[in-house]
C-alpha cells in the first residue's frame, strides 16, 4: 500500500472492496437552468506537487536560482511551454496547454487548504474533508456538495462516482455514490458477481438490483478503456479517466467523480524538464485529455480538477528532490471554464516572502476557487458552501469569474 494512500474505514473498505457498487432508485442530478447538465470531475493528487515546477513562475527574478538545477527556462532543453509572459507550463503537459489556448483550461496559483504543518496524512484529510483541520470528520465535501444537489427524474445511477478500490474521503458521507475501478491484474472471475447477483436475488432484492447497476457501469467503462495502448504509456491515470469519462457521459450517468493518483512526493530525484515529476505530470496531462475526448458532447458544460495536499519547498534539496512546503497550485479543465489565465495573487519568492522562509506563501484558499465552481457550475448558494460543504468558512467567499 502507498504510504501516502488514506487509510480507509471498515465500511470504506466494505462497500468498494469490489470492482464496483452502486445503490439503486437514487434520484439523478437535475438538468440545470438553459439546459444545462454540468459534470463536475475532482482529482486529488497524493504527496504533495510541486507547483513551483509545474507552472514555473519564469518571470520571478528569485525563481532560477532557488529551484537551482531543476528550474525550467523560457528556451532550450529545459523550456516551458508558454503561458501568459509571467508563468510557464511544464513541457509534459501540451494537451494542457493547448485547451489553456482555446480557452478551456486555466491555473489558480499560490493556493492552499487552511493546513499550515506538513504531514501528508492530515493534510489530506484536511483537503478531502473540508474541514479546517485534520481528524474532524468522516466525510468529504465532495459527498456533502452532492447531498445539496436538487433531485431530478428517478433512474438508476446515483449523483456520484468515486473512482479505485477504495472509496476516497472526498466522496464519504451520506450520500448515495457509484464505485468502479479499472480491471487489474488480480481481478476475480468475470462471472463472480453475475453469480453473486443471481444469489442475492433470492435474499435481498435491492443488493442485486445495486449490483447488477454496477455491472452495468462495468460493462461500459471495460469497453472504453479496452481500447488503449499496449505498451502501458500514461495507464496509471489515463486508464481510469477514460472509464470515468465514459460513465458521466451517459445520459443516466453520474455527474460529478473523484479519482485520486499517488506517487506526487517527490523528495529526490525529481527531474527539471524531464524525470519523475515529469512523467506524473504527462499522465495527469493524459487523464486530462481523456475526460475532454471521453465526454464528447457534454464537455462545454464540464469542469475538471486537480489539487493536491500542499506544495513544495521553493530550494530544492541534496538529492535532486523538494522536501513538504506548503502553497501550490490547482489545475481547472473543462469547456463550462472562462479559461486562458493564470489566476494569482503572486507573493514573490524572496527571502523574507517565503512563507517561513521556505515554501512558496499561499495566498488563495483553495475553498474559495472549490466554492467558485461549485457556486457558478452547480448552482449551490454561498450558504450552503459555508455552513455544510465547507463548515466555517464564512470568510472565504467564493472566487468570481471562473465559469465562461
Not at 85 to 93: Q, S, V
Not at 130 to 157: E, I, K
Not at 234 to 247: C, E, F, S, T
Not at 318 to 346: E, I, N, Q
Amino acid at each position: 500500500m502507498n504510504e501516502f494512500a488514506p487509510r480507509p474505514s471498515r465500511r470504506a473498505l466494505l462497500v468498494s472492496g469490489g470492482a464496483l457498487f452502486a445503490w439503486p432508485h437514487i434520484p439523478a442530478f437535475a438538468h440545470a437552468a438553459g439546459g444545462r447538465d454540468p459534470r463536475l470531475v475532482v482529482m486529488v493528487l497524493r504527496g504533495a506537487m510541486d507547483g513551483l515546477a509545474a507552472a514555473p513562475p519564469l518571470g520571478d527574478p528569485q525563481y532560477a536560482g532557488l529551484h537551482g538545477a531543476l528550474a525550467l527556462t523560457r528556451s532550450g532543453p529545459a523550456a516551458a511551454l508558454a503561458l501568459d509572459g509571467f508563468f510557464g507550463l511544464h513541457p509534459a503537459m501540451p494537451q494542457f496547454a493547448r485547451m489553456y489556448r482555446e480557452k478551456r483550461a486555466l491555473l489558480v496559483h499560490a493556493v492552499a487548504t487552511p493546513y499550515r504543518a506538513r504531514s501528508h496524512f492530515d493534510g489530506q484529510d484536511v483537503l478531502e474533508s473540508g474541514q479546517a483541520g485534520p481528524g474532524l470528520v468522516q466525510t468529504g465535501w465532495l459527498n456533502r456538495a452532492v447531498g445539496l444537489l436538487p433531485p431530478g427524474q428517478r433512474v438508476a445511477p446515483p449523483k456520484g462516482l468515486a473512482v479505485g478500490v477504495v472509496t476516497p474521503l472526498i466522496l464519504r458521507g451520506a450520500a448515495p455514490v457509484a464505485g468502479w475501478r479499472p480491471a487489474g491484474n488480480h481481478e476475480p472471475h468475470d462471472d463472480l458477481a453475475t453469480r453473486l447477483a443471481d444469489l442475492y436475488a433470492q435474499s435481498d432484492k435491492a443488493l442485486e438490483t445495486s449490483l447488477r447497476q454496477g455491472l452495468a457501469l462495468d460493462v461500459i467503462a471495460r469497453r472504453e478503456t479496452s481500447a488503449l495502448s499496449k505498451d502501458g504509456t500514461d495507464l496509471a491515470m489515463r486508464l481510469p479517466a477514460r472509464g470515468a469519462a465514459k460513465l458521466i457521459a451517459t445520459a443516466d450517468g453520474p455527474r460529478i467523480a473523484a479519482l485520486s493518483f499517488n506517487g506526487w512526493d517527490t523528495h529526490s530525484n525529481e527531474g527539471g524538464a524531464k524525470g519523475r515529476l515529469g512523467q506524473l505530470l504527462a499522465g495527469l496531462d493524459g487523464a486530462f485529455e481523456e475526460f475532454e475526448r471521453g465526454l464528447g458532447d457534454v464537455w462545454k458544460d464540464s469542469v475538471v480538477i486537480a489539487v493536491t495536499e500542499f506544495g513544495r519547498t521553493a530550494r530544492i534539496n541534496g538529492t535532486s528532490g523538494t522536501d513538504h512546503g506548503t502553497g501550490t497550485l490547482c489545475f481547472l479543465a473543462g469547456g463550462a471554464l472562462k479559461g486562458g489565465r493564470v489566476l494569482a495573487d503572486w507573493p514573490g519568492l524572496g527571502e523574507a516572502q517565503l512563507f517561513e522562509r521556505r515554501d512558496l506563501a499561499p495566498t488563495t484558499d483553495l475553498r474559495a476557487v472549490l466554492k467558485g465552481v461549485l457556486e457558478g457550475h452547480l448552482g449551490l448558494s454561498p450558504a450552503a458552501l459555508s455552513k455544510t460543504v465547507f463548515p466555517g468558512s464564512d470568510a472565504v467567499r467564493p472566487m468570481k469569474g471562473l465559469l465562461a
